[in-house]
């Protein structure tokens, strides 16, 4: 009776091994994704919550790595604060977050690198006019901005490019050289992975199949949900195009050289803005 017993209890007890193995807590961050704003990454974060060996925090930007609160003076930064806000599934074998923002903020790298040397970083690229333009509209939508489009970059240019507040600052933010050759001085090339948000839009599950081998998750199928477009309120004419394009392009030339990309779809009419 004794020895039926314990051959009944046995997998039961086998099961809840497992299952506290599964849902045990994060103690490292992996993998992050970290930008650009307006360049697909709610769609990044989407198709990565579909498989079930990633975990990721319960919202998608957490931002804990570019808030200077979370990293006081002369003392340790919590990382429970940042470990304590991931949702974990039974199977998962990699923890990731996905905040736009940690490309703009030196300080955000530099503190990444210094968590985990051995971080993998995904990063999304978009045409630097159609990317500015997005999150002008978005803004604009949002009531956060006064300006029009060509009236904002102007300003932006006005006030100096790197000195811009979190919410606005289009052109630095579009400006992807400067900030692509501090990622790879704190961390390997191998350890990055840049993506063109245009080949994500023509055909994303080529895309994602590259970013789940490069995160050394097994491929599996995932869906498409078109979020996050960023349609708002009306598209860029081709006078806005044409006048602000032109300050991108010699940025374009050293990603170009940078990457190894083809970037001719980024370039448009090289019309010198007459501000």
């Not at 530099?110 to 990063?123: D, H």
């Not at 191998?190 to 490069?214: C, G, H, N, S, W």
Request: net charge positive.
């Amino acid at each position: 009776m004794e020895s039926r017993d314990s051959n009944r209890l046995g997998p039961t007890r086998n099961t809840a091994r497992v299952r506290s193995f599964g849902r045990r807590k994060v103690e490292r961050v992996d993998f992050i994704v970290a930008g650009v704003q307006k360049a697909g990454t709610t769609a990044l974060h989407d198709f990565l919550a579909q498989h079930s060996h990633v975990a990721l925090l319960r919202d998608q930007a957490l931002h804990f790595f570019d808030k200077k609160e979370n990293f006081p003076p002369g003392s340790h930064p919590d990382y429970r604060i940042l470990h304590g806000n991931f949702r974990t599934g039974w199977r998962w074998k990699i923890a990731g977050e996905v905040t736009a923002d940690y490309l703009y903020y030196p300080r955000a790298l530099e503190r990444i690198a210094l968590y985990n040397p051995q971080m993998k970083l995904i990063i999304s690229l978009r045409d630097p006019t159609e990317r500015a333009f997005s999150q002008w509209n978005m803004r604009r939508a949002k009531g956060q901005e006064p300006l029009e489009f060509v009236e904002a970059i102007k300003r932006d240019q006005e006030t100096g490019i790197w000195h811009g507040p979190r919410g606005n600052a289009y052109v630095a933010r579009s400006l992807y050289s400067e900030q692509l050759e501090r990622v790879f001085e704190l961390f390997p090339r191998d350890q990055v992975l840049v993506i063109k948000y245009e080949d994500l839009r023509k055909d994303p599950f080529r895309v994602v199949a590259t970013m789940f081998d490069f995160l050394g998750i097994a491929r599996t199928k995932v869906k498409n949900k078109h979020r996050n477009v960023g349609s708002y309120s009306r598209k860029i004419t081709t006078d806005e195009r044409d006048r602000v394009s032109a300050i991108f392009d010699q940025d374009i030339s050293k990603i170009e050289s940078l990457l190894g990309w083809n970037c001719s779809d980024w370039r448009h009419a090289t019309t010198v803005a007459s501000y």
